[in-house]
């Protein structure tokens, strides 16, 4: 579940806790949007952290140079295929 998941269950729950008054037998609305608000809360917590870890940077590398020279002159003998 990502970040706008974790906000929707946050926003849900807002709605069942404080923004109905309805009565349903057996179910307490008002405990489900606080479970809700509680899992969108532990979920944008557990999200920020594993995207704060994702974010590492890398200092940018120093140039290799190559300086061994190897434009070598190819006459078929030297590389050992002439002889």
Known sequence: MGLGGC?????VGAILTFATDWEMQGVNLDLVGIILMIVGLIGTTTFSSIARRRRVVVPPS?????????HHRRDGYSDGYGV
């Not at 906000?7 to 926003?11: F, M, N, S, V, Y």
């Open 7 to 11: 906000i929707i269950l946050i926003a």
């Open 62 to 70: 120093t140039p290799v140079v190559d300086d061994t020279g190897h």
